[in-house]
């Protein structure tokens, strides 16, 4: 049974940084992308980063230079580093693995094969 599990996420004042961890289980991950998706209350789903097997990243504009995504594939792992957060960053955050079809699809929830069930980020201004 495949299993994403997030952590790392809480209460933290605009301007301070928090990292988001997400674990997978079940099977290895090490050759698709994973990504990292937020929601805010009466939003839709939203992509935030993904990274590659080769390493490489995609970000949103919303948060590029301020978040980084990161992966130990030796862990089965997935990191988000976010920095000078905002109240506009405040969400529930989930992991997502494994592109169902094409690369260019990265940035689409229906994407992706697998989902952690999501931790809160709040942050105060």
């Known amino acids: 049974q495949v299993q994403l599990v997030e952590s790392g996420g809480g209460l933290v004042q605009a301007g301070g940084s928090l990292r988001l961890s997400c674990a997978a289980s079940g099977r290895t991950f090490s050759g698709s992308a994973m990504g990292w998706f937020r929601q805010a209350p009466g939003k839709e789903r939203e992509f935030v980063a993904a990274?590659?097997?080769?390493?490489?990243?995609n970000y949103a504009d919303s948060v590029k230079g301020r978040f980084t995504i990161s992966r130990d594939k030796a862990k089965n792992t997935v990191l988000l580093q976010m920095n000078s957060l905002t109240p506009e960053d405040t969400a529930v955050y989930s992991c997502a693995a494994d592109l169902k079809s094409r690369r260019s699809s990265y940035t689409a929830p229906a994407a992706y094969n697998y989902w952690g069930q999501g931790t809160q980020v709040t942050v105060s201004s």
């Open positions: 990274i590659w097997s080769d390493y490489s990243a």
